[in-house]
């Protein structure tokens, strides 16, 4: 009773929190022909069923592989594949460390990109502080200013940087709510970031 108890912990930990971008990505790919929730199930029953479960760490990545492997093993059934199924399936063979570092990435250049557009004294103070971690005095004393301003300078970067962010980040999510809910042709263009003073 302990190891079924400890299967269905790890399927809930492990495997369903992966359970809606494995439903994304079959959705783009699968043809019409093919039931989506009939496959997203045909997956979750696969990984349960596994015998070796407590090996299984990665739970999006599993899943991503049953799943092509389930998508070839019905082009195989149906024998005429199209071209853009074959290229779809590489969308399940990602790499969940590759994508890690790819929104990694991407997101140190939206705070480059950021903190950029911070104003000039602001923008020394913050690099100064968060990139070299230099203390307030020294850059006080290297910028030839009181240790109060410096300060004034980094909350007001900081700010800035936060409303950036968080304006960014309601962006994303206006995206994915036009994503999901409207066709690729309504989509309306997004607010852009701005460092406003």
């Not at 039931?35 to 479960?53: F, I």
């Not at 090996?55 to 999006?60: L, Q």
């Not at 950029?116 to 990139?131: D, G, I, K």
Request: with cysteine; aromatic share 4%.
């Amino acid at each position: 009773m302990d190891r079924v108890r400890a299967k269905l912990e790890w399927f809930k930990t492990t495997l369903l929190p992966h359970e809606a971008a494995l439903r994304g990505r079959l959705r783009r790919i699968l043809p019409p022909t093919q039931e989506l929730e009939d496959t997203v199930a045909e997956v979750l029953a696969r990984a349960y069923a596994t015998d070796n479960w407590q090996a299984v760490t990665a739970g999006r990545a599993y899943l991503f592989t049953i799943a092509r492997n389930l998508v070839i093993d019905n082009a195989r059934r149906n024998k005429i594949v199209s071209f853009e199924a074959i290229a779809d399936l590489e969308m399940l063979q990602s790499e969940t460390a590759l994508e890690g570092q790819l929104h990694a990435r991407d997101a140190l250049r939206q705070v480059e990109a950021i903190v950029a557009a911070l104003p000039a004294q602001c923008r020394r103070v913050f690099v100064l502080r968060r990139v070299h971690d230099k203390s307030m005095g020294e850059i006080a004393e290297e910028m030839c200013l009181s240790v109060s301003t410096v300060e004034k300078h980094l909350a007001k970067a900081i700010a800035l940087v936060m409303r950036a962010w968080s304006q960014r980040e309601e962006t994303d999510l206006e995206r994915a709510g036009v994503g999901l809910g409207q066709s690729a042709g309504d989509r309306r263009a997004s607010r852009p970031v701005a460092c406003s003073v």
